[in-house]
DNA sequence: AGATAATGATACCATAAATGTATCATTAGT
DNA sequence: ACTAATGATACATTTATGGTATCATTATCT
């Protein structure tokens, strides 16, 4: 059971380094070896930061990556939605396999009720208190 | 993102249909059709049930599986440990991928706070309480 | 005793998700 | 022009999830 796959968990520890460094920019290259991350695939999650806008791109020899104003601010919450996407603690009472109980269902009251505690909690973290 | 499995989700609505019924013995076939599950499936999950105690199986026709006397407080966490195994939120710390700054990572902590967290729910919620 | 209907144990299979690679195009500095 | 970086995207590999199938064993019923 995974809250936070490993796409995430770099992708946070990448963003941490580009808080530590301030402006600076820093190749994906670099980066990799020095968080021992497989290159090609921290290469893509820091293209997904770009994207969200949570990391600036410099194109071109000299270029890489540097955070963007948003980055300090930016939650765990927020990272785990990128790359995880919609976060559903059990698909209890979704889809095919839904309760039949539904709505006097016991467990779901329970499980939306941790689902808030844990976005909460992540919604808390930033990355600028993480550095 | 899954904190609860469908098999984890399909035995607890199990659990929960045996504790409703006392001690009654019940089929795998009448359950798997009462609770709309995959009868092979289902068989497969009450069986390990069975040999972690929380059910009594009878064999031969007219046999089935009633729920044991720990029934009523085994809690979700037991539930999710044994379909799940050990739970960790994050292998952030953990084996290839551990994070290198190891003691000093302010996410391992909050990562760590939040499992307890979330373990700490799972084991205050009682099948006894569902039903 | 024999037919039947249940579980015990376990191996197998299919699909999806996670993890990671590769490649071609584009851009910028030298 | 050459080189070194990202942009975009398709592909490949591995692992976890979800589910099936089968043969052995046991208990009941006639």
Redesign the interface.
């Known amino acids: ?6 796409d995430t ?1 770099y992708a ?2 990448a963003l ?1 380094c580009m808080a530590a460094k301030g402006g600076e920019v820093i190749s994906v290259k670099d980066m990799a070896s020095s ?2 991350i497989p290159r090609p695939f921290l290469r893509k999650i820091l293209q997904k930061l770009h994207k969200e806008g949570i990391l600036t791109a410099m194109k071109g020899k000299g270029g890489g990556f540097k955070g963007s104003s948003s980055l300090p601010e930016t939650t ?1 919450f927020n990272v ?1 939605m990128i790359f ?2 919609d ?6 009472t979704s889809g095919k ?1 839904a ?2 109980g539904m709505n006097s269902c ?2 779901k009251i ?2 939306d ?2 689902e808030q ?2 976005a909460n ?2 919604k808390n ?1 930033r990355i600028k ?2 550095v």
Chains 1, 2 share one sequence.
Do not use: A, Y
Request: charged fraction near 20%; aromatic fraction near 2%; glycine fraction near 6%.
């Open positions: 059971m995974k809250l936070i796959t490993r968990d946070i520890r941490c968080l021992s765990l785990v995880q996407g976060f559903s603690l059990s698909d209890h396999i309760c039949p016991k467990l329970h499980i009720g941790l505690t844990v909690r992540l973290i208190e993480l």
